[in-house]
């Protein structure tokens, strides 16, 4: 598989004049050209009773990055001019096992490393050269077991760990001087999950879950802000959910899904966040639930998969939900649906 693109914006921020002027500032005008692309190569053999996946991929983007002063809409003089580089290369392995009539085992390995580099064309008093590069590796291990109770109904266990780099619109700005962030670190967590499948003759797929999510470390550092985005932290989430599902086969060609969901995220520290319409500082207590996440939601889905081009309808609700870390702020529940058809 291979693939590529082109990308190009450009956006004009509402930023008084005088802050723009800073000698770190980027401008309120950003202007980027981005190309990527990638390839990958996989593999799958089976030897009696192993079944085995590998793969090879390696992706790729080029950023021409530009800020300008935004003096009430019209460009003004050039504030920001970098290249900037990013490159990512994963091998994996992926392994079935039946090693009884009921009893599979699955394992896993993922080695990833990921490449920022930025190249720095912009240097004036008060803004010195910021080019630099930084390098995330990781490890990643997956297993899992699953037993196949009776022709109808499965239980499974899973346990992996993840990976995740900050992009590079989260390193673009820096809380204080000018260039790329490269002193955020890349997010590590570890994730648990215990289910049962179950189809009843004549009637539906039923499926519940429970997971636990722990992630180890956060990419963000305590009280990091970023410039016109919200703010971020580095504390320690958890969570804890559980889900209810069903698929069946209606007639006709219809398919139905349904599912609830409970989760609960919390953080399992202390920190200090900055409300970004006020500036100000505010503490925010260990057990605080994830702005991030709703504790409830509920959706649904029903479509005519066997015919190509059918219409298709989804409906979902969620409870309200925090808009900020101290969790003062709640966005509404809602109910939503859409109906469309596939071209």
């Not at 505010?282 to 994830?290: K, T, Y």
């Amino acid at each position: 598989m291979v693939y590529g693109g082109y990308r190009s914006i450009e956006q004009f921020l509402a930023i008084p004049v005088a802050t723009q002027n800073a000698a770190t500032h980027s401008g309120g005008i950003v202007d980027l050209d981005r190309n990527y692309g990638g390839t990958a190569l996989r593999y799958f053999g089976t030897f009696g009773g192993l079944r085995l996946a590998a793969g090879l991929e390696y992706d790729l983007m080029n950023e021409k990055r530009k800020g300008f002063i935004n003096n009430n809409g019209v460009g003004g003089a050039l504030k920001r001019d970098e290249d900037n580089k990013v490159d990512s290369t994963g091998f994996y392995g992926q392994a079935e096992w039946w090693f009884a009539p009921s009893w599979a085992l699955h394992g896993g390995l993922r080695r990833s490393s990921v490449r920022f580099s930025s190249e720095d064309h912009f240097i004036a008093a008060g803004n010195p050269n910021d080019s630099g590069a930084k390098t995330y590796h990781a490890t990643t291990p997956l297993a899992g077991l699953l037993f196949r109770a009776s022709e109808t109904t499965s239980v499974y266990a899973n346990y992996g760990h993840g990976f995740e780099t900050p992009t590079f619109l989260e390193i673009a700005y820096t809380n204080s001087g000018s260039g790329l962030d490269f002193d955020l670190e890349a997010s590590r967590s570890r994730h648990a999950e215990l289910g049962i499948k179950h189809v009843a003759p004549g009637a539906a797929l039923q499926r519940c879950r429970v997971r636990r999510g722990h992630r180890e470390r956060d990419r963000r550092r305590p009280e990091h802000r970023r410039p016109r985005r919200p703010s971020r932290t580095s504390a320690i989430p958890s969570a804890r959910g559980f889900e209810l599902g069903a698929d069946k086969a209606l007639g006709g060609g219809f398919d139905a899904r349904v599912a609830w969901t409970y989760l609960k995220a919390v953080f399992e520290e202390g920190f200090n966040t900055v409300i970004t319409t006020t500036n100000a500082v505010v503490a925010v207590p260990r057990a605080r639930r994830s702005r991030a996440r709703r504790k409830t939601s509920s959706t649904a889905n029903c479509a005519t998969s066997r015919r190509p081009g059918s219409p298709r309808w989804r409906g979902c609700t969620a409870r309200a939900s925090a808009t900020n870390d101290p969790n003062d702020e709640f966005a509404d529940a809602y109910t939503a649906s859409s109906t469309w058809s596939p071209a």
